[in-house]
């Protein structure tokens, strides 16, 4: 199982970017990364997975180093409502028979976007 | 958009209890997983299923067991409830679909019930 360590909060101000980091040394081959958003009162919700160097989609970016010990989550230009916990989750690619102990969630970090 | 419901927001329960929590998805997909989140903890998994009768035990089954009798539906059980189990639940889908698509397969999530064992 991949040990997995990210801050527990951050503070930032809107229009400012934010660079959230997952530690995660015992990754193995097959292990992607994926990050969640998570408002007070609803489950997480999705919003980006990689396996290597950098992806992007329309609300974030996802930096993952060659070494894959680490990952870094980018949220360009910040707003009030992007203040949530955000979880790092390592998984073992496909979930089949023997799969159970294959998927590691961090333990999220609190983002307080101030105005 | 996938839609992941469970059928409580909010639940109070006596300790001993058997306490039923219920999850539907509305997507067809293989994989089901229930959770527990709690404070400085994040997420930790109970039991997970990749197949209608099928479950694996997650990190922390104990107290706990499944029943997946339909694939649209994942029953978590709490069998004799205990106050340490009062907790954020939460259940989540997902498919082997998207891993051609995406390389791996992202979980959708219900918005948690909030059970609380006096």
């Known amino acids: 199982l991949a040990k997995i360590t990210q801050p527990i909060s951050m503070d930032s101000y809107e229009g400012q970017e934010v660079n959230i980091t997952c530690s995660h040394n015992?990754?193995?081959?097959?292990?992607?990364i994926t990050w969640y958003q998570q408002f007070p009162s609803q489950g997480p919700r999705f919003i980006i997975q990689g396996y290597k160097t950098k992806v992007t989609n329309e609300v974030a970016s996802l930096f993952i180093p060659a070494d894959r010990k680490s990952s870094t989550l980018s949220l360009p230009r910040v707003s009030l409502s992007d203040t949530a916990v955000y979880y790092c989750l390592v998984a073992r690619r496909g979930f089949s028979s023997g799969s159970a102990r294959q998927l590691t969630f961090g333990s999220g970090t609190q983002l307080t976007v101030l105005p | 958009d996938v839609k992941v419901t469970q059928s409580s927001r909010y639940l109070v329960k006596r300790t001993g209890e058997k306490v039923f929590l219920e999850c539907v998805q509305d997507m067809d997909h293989e994989n089901m997983f229930w959770y527990r989140q709690d404070p400085g903890l994040g997420l930790r998994l109970i039991y997970f299923s990749y197949d209608v009768k099928m479950k694996e035990k997650g990190d922390i089954p104990e107290g706990y067991s499944v029943s997946r009798e339909k694939k649209e539906r994942f029953s978590l059980i709490l069998e004799s409830a205990s106050t340490n189990q009062t907790s954020m639940y939460l259940c989540a889908s997902s498919t082997i679909r998207d891993i051609l698509l995406m390389g791996n397969q992202p979980q959708h999530f219900g918005d948690g019930t909030r059970l609380s064992i006096l």
């Open positions: 015992n990754i193995a081959t097959n292990d992607y």
